[in-house]
């Protein structure tokens, strides 16, 4: 089982960025995935959950208006489209896979919002 993201990086203020994450050895359709996020010094966020068939979405309310989860369960691959970045958005960004009681997480992919 793996879930790899990719996609972070250095961005200013005001700008975007697209994380993905793609993951291999499990039935991914069957999956509810989620974004979660967790800056230095704090604890774990959850930022944002969508259903397995893509249906449903759910986002934290500081991120609301500006982040965007979905999905393509052709190619196995849960997208976090982030725009309108701020400062406290750096973070380091994982995701993860759930079914049942059955959970994976990724290695996560740090993202620095900063001038």
């Known amino acids: 089982v793996q879930l790899v993201e990719s996609g972070g990086g250095l961005v200013q203020p005001g700008g975007s960025l697209r994380l993905s994450c793609a993951a291999s050895?499990?039935?991914?359709?069957?999956?509810?995935m989620k974004w979660y996020r967790q800056a230095p010094g704090k604890e774990r966020e959850l930022v944002a959950t969508?259903?397995?068939?893509?249906?449903?979405?759910n986002y934290a309310d500081s991120v609301k208006g500006r982040f965007t989860i979905s999905r393509d369960n052709h190619k196995n691959t849960v997208y976090l489209q982030m725009n309108s970045l701020k400062p406290v958005d750096t973070a380091v960004y994982y995701c993860?896979?759930?079914?049942?009681?059955?959970?994976?997480w990724g290695q996560g992919t740090q993202v620095t919002v900063s001038s």
């Open positions: 993860y896979a759930g079914f049942r009681t059955t959970g994976y």
């Open positions: 050895g499990f039935t991914f359709s069957n999956y509810f």
């Open positions: 969508i259903t397995s068939a893509g249906g449903g979405t």
